[in-house]
């Protein structure tokens, strides 16, 4: 087996008001061409996962590398290059679509045919409208600019893709695509770490399960074993108590 990208071992993370803990002892390992489904019901902590992931927050305790190195030893924004969120509701910065998405690519100093290219092969691959390209955040809807971050995010070509509910906001067809790209992205070697709520999805996606409970990791196992409608039942309970405990 390849060694692995990502390993997580006995993360934490506490609140930084109330001392409270968002994570416990989370461990596991990824490896390239990975496509996890990380499921749970709302507030179970994934959301503050994928952003340790991206050093968007750091961990309490434990040790997380990538690519063999400690993630305090890769400088952030290195290391964002190669490892990319795409948060729920992203910002195209007020930029147009087109700027939106090349600006990361001419920050890394990409020679402008390249940046075009991966633009444009990105923006074919999604069929991003040719139309939404000299628009702006403001001009689009809240689906729109969404596929307008998975574009931006693809397009970087990262080693590491977390994506926090990608397909909130998308219709069934373009739901389908974004997954038949994923796929095929991960057949190249990226590692993707997907975060939703739509079960359908996520048994198109994944290989593999990452549930969490009560922020800890009670399950990390392949995703052609598992009972995807006892699961979905499982995570109804679950915010049903959570919503029961505020009445």
């Known amino acids: 087996m390849t060694p ?22 989370i461990s596991f390992q990824l490896h390239p061409g990975d496509r ?32 063999g190195r400690s993630l305090q030893d890769w400088p952030v924004q290195q290391y964002r290059q190669t490892a990319t969120l795409v948060l ?9 679509v087109e700027r939106a998405i090349a600006y990361p690519l001419e920050l890394r100093g990409l020679k402008p045919a390249i940046v075009q290219q991966r633009v444009n092969h990105w923006c074919d691959r999604l069929k991003l409208s040719s139309e939404w390209m ?9 689906g729109q600019r969404q596929w307008v971050a998975i574009a931006r ?27 038949r790209v994923l796929t095929d992205l991960a ?20 290989n593999r399960l990452l ?4 922020g800890q990791l009670d399950r990390d196992v392949p995703a052609d074993g598992v009972d995807w409608e006892a699961l979905k039942t499982e995570v109804i309970e679950a915010e049903r108590q959570q919503a029961a405990e505020w009445e």
Do not use: M
Request: glycine fraction near 6%; proline fraction near 3%.
């Open 134 to 142: 000299r628009k702006t955040e403001a001009q689009l809807s809240v």
């Open 4 to 25: 692995p990208l990502l390993q997580l071992d006995r993360v934490s993370l506490t609140a930084s008001l109330g001392n409270r803990p968002l994570l416990t002892d």
């Open 187 to 206: 057949a190249t070697g990226t590692a993707i770490v997907f975060v939703t709520h739509q079960f359908d999805v996520a048994r198109a996606f994944a």
């Open 88 to 96: 729920q509701e992203s910002s195209l910065l007020g930029q147009s």
């Open 153 to 179: 995010a693809l397009a970087t070509e990262p080693k590491l893709l977390l994506l926090d509910e990608p397909t909130s906001a998308l219709d069934a067809g373009r739901s389908d695509r974004l997954v």
């Open 36 to 67: 996890c489904a990380l499921l749970g019901a709302s507030g179970s902590g994934k959301t503050q996962l994928l952003r340790l992931c991206n050093r968007l927050n750091e961990a309490s305790s434990g040790q997380i590398r990538f690519d």
């Open 211 to 214: 549930y969490l409970r009560d």
